[in-house]
C-alpha cells in the first residue's frame, strides 16, 4: 500500500511536471528554460500512464526516400543490416548525401565494434530517391574495399558512427562526418591498451561534392588518439562543430576512467583550423573559467542556435568522479564561450535528473537526439533507459520516448 501511494504521488507530480510552462522551470542564467517534460519512464509494473509527446521538428533525414533495412555495397558476406544512418543535404541544390553503417553482429558486442562497414548513397532530386548503395573509401589508389581508410582493413577494424555524431555541411561547402576508429597495433590486432571495454581515436571523414553533385569524393582528416593513461577507452563517439571562424571546428569526445577509477572522468576537446585536416592534442575539457569539468563516459552534442547564433552543448556532467558510463544524470544544456571554448557555467541548465522515487540509481540520460524547430526551440528526445529496474524478460528501454522542449535566448 505505501509503496502504491508513493507511486501514485509520483506519477501526479511527473504529469504536473509535464504539462505545465512557467517561467522558473529549468531556467539557466542566460535565458535558457526547459518549458516542457514529457516523462515517460520505464515501468516494469505498468503503473505509470504514458505521457502524450508534443509535436516534434522534422528530423534531419525527413521527406527523403527510405534507407532500406539491407544493402550490398560490395563487402563480403553481403548484404548487411543497415543499423544507423546521416543524412546531409546540399546547400543551394538537390542533392543529399545518406552514410549508412551496416552490421552482421548486432550492434552492443565487440564483434560488431571491429565489424562496422560505411557506405554511401546519393540522391539528386531532394531525396525523392537514391542511386546505388557505394562503400565509403578513402580517395587514393591505395584505398579499396578491403582497406577503404588508411588505419582499418576489413575483417581486423572498422570505422564507426554513432549516438551525436552528426555529420554537417561546413561553410566552405565540404561535408564533415565524425567517425571513431578502433584501432590496430603494429602487428595488425586489435589495440586496447588498458584492457578496458574498448578502445577507439577520432577522426573526421570530410566528402567533397563532384561537379554535378552526383558523387562524393572522402578525404580522412587526421587521425587523432589519446593517451590511455588519461582515457583507458581512447576517444569516442566525437561531436565536431564550425565555429564563428571559417575553417575553425571544435571536437569534443568522450572519455572514461573505466578500469582506472582514480582517473578523473573527462570529456575531451581538440580544435582544427585547417577544416578538419588537422587537429590539436586533446585537452580535458573545462569550465570557461577553467575549473574542470567532470562528466561520465557518454555521448554529448553540439548545436548552433538558429534564434541566437550561440553554441551549446547538451551533455551529462557530475559534481563528483564518476565512474565508466555512471551516473549518467543530470542532463544538461550550456552555452560554449567560443573564446575560450569553455562551458559558461552560469549558463548550465539542468534538462532532468534522476527520479528517486522511480528510476534506479543507474538510470541514464544519454543517447539522446537533439531536435531545432524554425524558432530556434530545441526539442531533446531520449529513451528514459533503466538497467536498474527490468522487466521479468530483461527489458529495460521504455515503450514510449520522453521529450524535453527548451527556450533559448533571443539574440
Avoid at 508513493?6 to 504529469?15: E, I, K, T
Avoid at 589495440?191 to 552526383?214: K, R
Avoid at 556532467?317 to 562551458?343: Q, S
Wanted: negative net charge; aromatic residues 8%.
Amino acid at each position: 500500500m505505501a509503496r502504491a501511494l508513493m507511486l501514485s504521488m509520483a506519477v501526479a507530480a511527473l504529469l504536473m511536471v509535464a504539462h505545465s510552462v512557467t517561467a522558473d522551470d529549468g531556467g539557466g542564467g542566460e535565458g535558457l528554460r526547459v518549458v516542457g517534460r514529457y516523462v515517460n519512464y520505464f515501468d516494469p509494473q505498468g503503473e505509470i500512464p504514458d505521457v502524450e509527446l508534443p509535436e516534434l521538428p522534422p528530423p534531419p533525414g525527413a521527406g527523403i526516400e527510405a534507407a532500406p533495412r539491407q544493402v550490398s555495397a560490395g563487402y563480403p558476406d553481403d548484404p548487411y543490416d543497415v543499423c544507423s544512418q546521416r543524412v546531409v543535404r546540399q546547400t543551394g541544390g538537390d542533392s543529399v548525401l545518406r552514410v549508412l553503417m551496416l552490421t552482421r553482429h548486432g550492434t552492443d558486442n565487440l564483434e560488431a565494434y571491429l565489424r562496422y562497414k560505411l557506405a554511401y548513397q546519393v540522391s539528386a532530386d531532394d531525396g525523392r530517391s537514391f542511386g546505388p548503395v557505394k562503400p565509403l573509401i578513402q580517395q587514393g589508389d591505395q584505398y579499396d574495399l578491403m582497406h577503404p581508410l588508411e588505419p582499418v582493413r576489413v575483417g581486423k577494424n572498422c570505422a564507426m558512427i554513432s549516438s551525436g555524431m552528426l555529420m554537417i555541411e561546413a561553410s566552405n561547402g565540404e561535408i564533415m562526418l565524425p567517425i571513431m576508429i578502433p584501432p590496430l597495433d603494429e602487428n595488425g590486432e586489435y589495440y586496447n591498451p588498458a584492457g578496458a571495454f574498448t578502445f577507439s581515436d577520432a577522426a573526421v571523414l570530410i566528402g567533397q561534392w563532384v561537379d554535378d553533385a552526383t558523387d562524393v569524393i572522402w578525404e580522412l582528416g587526421e587521425v587523432v588518439r589519446i593517451d590511455h593513461e588519461l582515457s583507458t577507452r581512447g576517444l569516442d563517439e566525437p561531436s565536431i562543430i564550425e565555429t564563428t571562424r571559417p575553417g575553425e571546428f571544435l571536437m569534443i569526445s568522450r572519455g572514461s576512467n573505466d578500469k582506472r577509477p582514480e582517473l578523473p572522468g573527462r570529456k575531451w576537446i581538440c580544435t582544427s583550423r585547417d577544416w578538419c585536416r588537422t587537429w590539436t592534442q586533446p585537452q580535458a575539457w573545462t569550465y570557461s573559467d577553467g575549473t574542470p569539468l567532470y562528466s561520465p563516459s557518454a555521448h554529448s552534442v553540439l548545436v548552433r542556435s538558429l534564434a541566437n547564433e550561440r553554441l551549446y552543448w547538451l551533455g551529462n556532467t557530475c559534481d563528483e568522479n564518476p565512474g565508466g558510463n555512471h551516473p549518467r544524470y543530470p542532463l544538461v544544456i550550456g552555452e560554449i564561450d567560443e573564446e575560450t571554448l569553455g562551458l559558461i557555467r552560469d549558463t548550465v541548465t539542468v534538462i532532468d535528473t534522476r527520479n528517486p522515487e522511480i528510476d534506479s540509481e543507474i538510470v541514464q540520460l544519454s543517447n539522446f537526439e537533439v531536435r531545432q524547430d524554425e524558432d530556434g526551440r530545441l526539442y531533446v528526445i531520449l529513451y528514459r533507459i533503466d538497467y536498474g529496474r527490468r522487466t521479468e524478460d530483461g527489458e529495460y528501454i521504455p515503450d514510449r520516448r520522453s521529450v524535453y522542449v527548451i527556450d533559448v535566448p533571443e539574440e
